[in-house]
């Protein structure tokens, strides 16, 4: 029992991870109808400036954590931005209206570009960060001296997944902007004769999405204490495998597919083997496209005659 609380703890944790990286895949295919396959490597952009950031506020003698974090997570949120930008002014603009192949396949190429351009900037090393937030909770012990241990960081991670998911559906639901993207979602030609500036509106879009892409970057580093050039390529497929899995195209479909995504991973591992886990969670996807192809929340599309 007390085995099965742990492993349920950190499936948790890394779901809500997955989750936070999936609301940016289903973000942007709500408005455009596009999966952008970037995304996990902006993702990985995030942990890599957010290492950067640390090793500069070290040189100038900034240790208080609070100040050092919301500066990583800043300047993160800011680079991830602006790469976020870029991919949807170079890759998608120009294409918009192209038959979906060739967005898909611009996409691609923007990522593979991405994973070299981080290689070249900072080497195929991984990069280590020491531990910023250690300690934890004592839930539970058993009879045979197993502890199960709630840590810190895990609190911390379920907290952020949680207020950034709030925030950002009550922002869509409540405010202009998400008005103006809803109404690109409904019809985006409609939306420009009304008076929505529908480029601002994707931008932001893509902006938004590499910033949660940049909280989660930030997240998995402090987490696992390492990032690799390549991490976001398998962390992305999984955040888009649990977009797929929610409904994409549904925030809390995105976060409900991350929380499975995690879950079923981490219990796979621990339970059966962790060499299979990834093919464990991609027969889960399978199964549930062939029984729910619009996903656990997911809506059907309606098509306009």
Same mark, same amino acid.
Request: hydrophobic share 55%; aromatic share 10%.
């Given at each position: 029992?007390?085995?099965?609380?742990?492993? +349920? *703890?950190?499936?948790?944790?890394?779901?809500?991870?997955?989750?936070? *990286?999936?609301?940016?895949?289903?973000?942007?295919?709500?408005i455009?109808?596009?999966?952008?396959f @970037?995304?996990?490597? *902006? %993702?990985?952009?995030?942990?890599?400036?957010?290492?950067?950031?640390?090793?500069?506020?070290?040189? %100038?003698?900034?240790? /208080?954590?609070p100040?050092?974090?919301?500066?990583?997570?800043? $300047?993160a949120?800011?680079?991830?931005?602006?790469?976020? /930008?870029?991919?949807?002014? *170079?890759?998608?603009?120009?294409?918009?209206?192209?038959?979906?192949?060739?967005?898909?396949?611009?996409?691609?190429?923007?990522?593979?570009?991405?994973?070299?351009?981080?290689?070249?900037?900072?080497? =195929?090393?991984?990069?280590?960060?020491?531990?910023?937030?250690?300690?934890?909770?004592?839930?539970?012990?058993?009879?045979?001296?197993?502890?199960?241990? +709630? #840590?810190y960081?895990?609190?911390?991670?379920?907290?952020?997944?949680?207020?950034i998911?709030?925030?950002?559906?009550? $922002?869509?639901?409540?405010?202009?902007?998400?008005?103006?993207?809803?109404?690109?979602?409904?019809?985006?030609?409609?939306?420009?004769?009304?008076?929505?500036?529908?480029?601002?509106t994707?931008?932001?879009?893509?902006? $938004?999405?590499? =910033? +949660?892409?940049? @909280?989660?970057?930030?997240?998995w580093?402090?987490?696992?204490?390492?990032?690799?050039?390549?991490?976001? %390529?398998?962390? #992305?497929?999984?955040?888009?495998?649990?977009?797929?899995?929610?409904?994409?195209?549904?925030?809390?479909?995105a976060?409900?597919?991350?929380l499975?995504?995690?879950?079923?991973?981490? %219990?796979?591992?621990?339970?059966?083997?962790?060499?299979?886990?990834?093919? =464990?969670?991609?027969?889960?996807?399978?199964?549930?496209?062939?029984?729910?192809?619009? #996903?656990?929340?997911?809506?059907?599309?309606?098509?306009?005659?």
């Open positions: 029992m007390e085995y099965f609380v742990q492993q +349920l *703890i950190n499936g948790l944790t890394l779901g809500a991870v997955y989750g936070l *990286i999936a609301i940016g895949y289903t973000m942007v295919y709500g455009i109808g596009m999966i952008n @970037a995304h996990g490597d *902006i %993702f990985m952009i995030g942990g890599f400036v957010s290492i950067i950031t640390f090793m500069v506020l070290g040189v %100038f003698g900034i240790t /208080w954590v100040l050092a974090l919301v500066c990583m997570l800043v $300047m949120m800011a680079f991830t931005g602006l790469h976020g /930008w870029a991919v949807e002014r *170079i890759g998608y603009r120009a294409l918009r209206n192209a038959p979906r192949l060739a967005p898909l396949i611009s996409a691609i190429g923007m990522s593979i570009f991405l994973q070299n351009y981080v290689q070249l900037l900072q080497g =195929a090393r991984n990069k280590p960060l020491p531990p910023i937030i250690s300690g934890g909770i004592e839930l539970m012990t058993s009879s045979e001296g197993f502890t199960v241990k +709630l #840590g960081m895990q609190i911390i991670i379920m907290v952020t997944t949680t207020v998911m709030v925030g950002f559906t009550l $922002m869509i639901a409540r405010t202009p902007l998400g008005r103006q993207q809803r109404a690109c979602e409904q019809d985006m030609k409609m939306a420009r004769l009304l008076g929505v500036n529908v480029d601002r994707i931008s932001l879009t893509f902006i $938004m999405g590499a =910033a +949660l892409a940049a @909280a989660a970057g930030l997240i580093l402090l987490y696992y204490g390492i990032i690799d050039f390549y991490v976001g %390529f398998l962390a #992305g497929i999984k955040a888009f495998t649990a977009a797929v899995l929610g409904g994409i195209g549904s925030l809390p479909g976060m409900v597919g991350g499975l995504i995690g879950v079923i991973e981490v %219990f796979y591992a621990g339970y059966f083997s962790s060499a299979y886990k990834d093919v =464990a969670v991609f027969m889960i996807l399978v199964l549930v496209l062939i029984f729910l192809p619009t #996903g656990l929340i997911g809506r059907p599309d309606i098509e306009k005659v």
